[in-house]
Nanobody, 121 residues
């Protein structure tokens, strides 16, 4: 069973940096894209950044120029480097993957368990 295992997150002051990492494990055949979403209290889950298998990236307007997404195709991992963090970046961040399982015919969406990022004095 494919699982997405996240690490990173925590508490940081405004202007600080954090790095989130996510690894896809368990019967991964092919990763079409991976990325990060976030959900703040009382708000809908929103896209933060995504990267495809050919390294095409897409970012939310609110994080462009501050966040950077990267992947390691050999290790099935994706990282999110977050710089110049603002209080409004506070949310639970979820790793996402559009992944084809080994011997599978179609890909499915997979989600991590979520990791808290808090930006506060």
């Amino acid at each position: 069973q494919v699982q997405l295992v996240e690490s990173g997150g925590g508490l940081v002051q405004p202007g600080g940096s954090l790095r989130l990492s996510c690894a896809a494990t368990g019967g991964v055949g092919y990763i079409k894209k991976m990325g990060w979403y976030r959900q703040a209290p009382g708000k809908q889950r929103e896209l933060v950044a995504v990267i495809t298998s050919d390294d095409t990236t897409n970012y939310a307007e609110s994080v462009k120029g501050r966040f950077s997404i990267s992947r390691d195709g050999a290790k099935d991992t994706v990282d999110l480097q977050m710089n110049s963090l603002k209080p409004e970046d506070t949310a639970v961040y979820y790793c996402y993957g559009d992944i084809l399982r080994l011997h599978g015919r179609v890909s499915f969406d997979y989600w991590g368990q979520g990791t808290q990022v808090t930006v506060s004095e």
